[in-house]
């Protein structure tokens, strides 16, 4: 059911208020909805109508998956969202009203809950691109000062935690919608935005090979984020990062001795 709606959004309109209100732990009484629970499960009711059940994705590329992502970074997204660095207005106003407390207890929900990735998709574009798309994930390009995504983004690309979002297992049309708002400023992380910097030295053709090659990986098992950040490559090293979400960063760095 959770599914059907997701792919008709806007059918579900009607049933968003009510949800809303249990989102908000709200008015719960007088919905007299038969069967509440007051668990964080039924309070996020409302966010896996558009997120797909347990927050396992919409089938579309279009709503995120939420479940797995690392806790700091999923609470980051609802600050950002909440406080006007990103933009999405329906979210926007489910997250507006809640505490810093209850968003991050929703973010470590989600970040708990432990379901099957999709398949990787069939990658559409020639394998020059593809091969483009992986030098840049995993060596970057020294010559355009692009840093590979590998090195915030863990070896095996499936993120860091607390902080650091994993690349694989994310539709190709979301990657590209992403580093593109980047490019745009219509999403901003917390500053110094180091994301906003690396896309922004992208072109639109190094956006799209990059974004073709991680669609089309497998998620390894586990796909669990990895606690540490690799050592910074030296072929791209030379630049310090400072990422405002994801202090792990600089100070990675600095233990290794990769100078300002
Ligand atoms: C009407 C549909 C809808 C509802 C309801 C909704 N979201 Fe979202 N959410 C989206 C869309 C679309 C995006 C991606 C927006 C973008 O591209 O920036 C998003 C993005 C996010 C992100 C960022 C994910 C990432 O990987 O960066 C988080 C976290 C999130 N939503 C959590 C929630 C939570 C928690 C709720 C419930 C309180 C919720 N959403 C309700 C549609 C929705
Ligand atoms: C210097 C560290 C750093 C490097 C290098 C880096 N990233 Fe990131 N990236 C981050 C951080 C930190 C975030 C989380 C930003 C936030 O809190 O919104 C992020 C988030 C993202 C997201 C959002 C994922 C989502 O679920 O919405 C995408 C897409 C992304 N990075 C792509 C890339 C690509 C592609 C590369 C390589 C070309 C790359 N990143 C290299 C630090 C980095």
């Known amino acids: 059911m959770m599914r059907a709606m997701a792919k008709h959004p806007a059918s579900s309109w009607s049933g968003l208020p009510a949800a809303l209100a249990l989102s908000l732990g709200l008015c719960a009484g007088a919905l007299a909805t038969p069967k509440f629970e007051d668990t964080i499960a039924q309070r996020t009711l409302a966010c896996t109508a558009c997120h797909g059940e347990q927050g396992r994705a919409a089938p579309d590329g279009y709503y995120p998956r939420l479940a797995g992502k690392p806790a700091g970074y999923l609470y980051h997204q609802l600050l950002n969202f909440r406080d006007g660095r990103r933009h999405y207005g329906l979210m926007t106003r489910m997250v507006d009203p809640l505490s810093d407390a209850y968003l991050l207890e929703i ?15 069939p990658a559409s574009v020639p394998p020059a691109v593809l091969q483009r798309g992986q030098t840049l994930a995993r060596q970057g ?6 840093p ?12 860091v935690a607390p902080d650091i979002p994993g690349l694989v297992g994310l539709p190709r049309d979301y990657l590209n919608a992403q580093l593109g708002a980047w490019q745009t400023r219509q999403r901003q992380a917390h500053a110094p935005d180091c994301m906003a910097q690396i896309a922004q030295r992208m072109d639109a053709d190094d956006v799209t090979a990059v974004a073709a090659w991680l669609a089309a990986q497998p ?25 405002g979400s994801a202090p792990a960063v600089e ?8 100078k300002p």
């Open 148 to 159: 590979a995504c590998v090195q915030c983004h863990g070896t095996a690309l499936t993120g």
């Open 141 to 146: 390009d020294a010559q355009r000062r692009i």
């Open 107 to 121: 973010a470590r929900y989600f970040s708990a809950l432990d379901v099957p990735y999709p398949a990787p998709q």
């Open 251 to 258: 100070a990675a760095q600095a233990l290794t001795g990769v």
């Open 219 to 243: 998620v390894p098992a586990p796909a669990k984020p990895a606690s540490t950040l690799p050592a910074p490559p030296p072929a791209t090293g030379g630049e310090r990062w400072r990422c």
